[in-house]
């Protein structure tokens, strides 16, 4: 599942005229980083936690649609505030369809998809409004 949402994620970032380079020669706690200005992405594919790097990609992403400008690269951050903020929602935004497409309503889990993606506890309140929006 991983590996299919990576997919999906670099061929919406294709889609979008945005670069992502997978790099394998990284501390594994080196984390991902985007330039906006050039729309360059490069994600740590030797990350500790695995099963993070689509939630890492897709908020990469996310500072690139949200249009967030920056003099420097930015890296990723699990927060809930700020630029920061802006993009796990997007993140989280991203990542809804491409991981609910094929399940009902009733069958939603939130903890099961917060899991899947390593998806900090704090981002649970943006997760739930985001998959209600998902399905209304």
Not at 3 to 23: G, P, R, Y
Not at 80 to 96: M, P, S, V, Y
């Amino acid at each position: 599942m991983i590996n299919d949402m990576t997919s999906a994620l670099m061929n919406l970032a294709f889609d979008n005229n945005i670069a992502v380079i997978m790099e394998d020669k990284f501390s594994p706690y080196t984390p991902a980083a985007v330039d906006t200005k050039t729309k360059v992405i490069v994600i740590n594919s030797n990350w500790h936690i695995q099963n993070q790097i689509p939630f890492q990609l897709a908020h990469e992403i996310g500072h690139v649609l949200n249009d967030d400008g920056s003099k420097a690269c930015l890296y990723f951050s699990p927060s809930k505030f700020g630029i920061e903020g802006h993009a796990n929602k997007t993140a989280i935004q991203l990542l809804i369809p491409l991981y609910f497409s094929n399940i009902e309503y009733i069958h939603a889990n939130t903890v099961r998809f917060m899991e899947a993606f390593n998806i900090p506890l704090y981002l649970e309140d943006t997760v739930i409004d985001e998959i209600q929006s998902y399905y209304r």
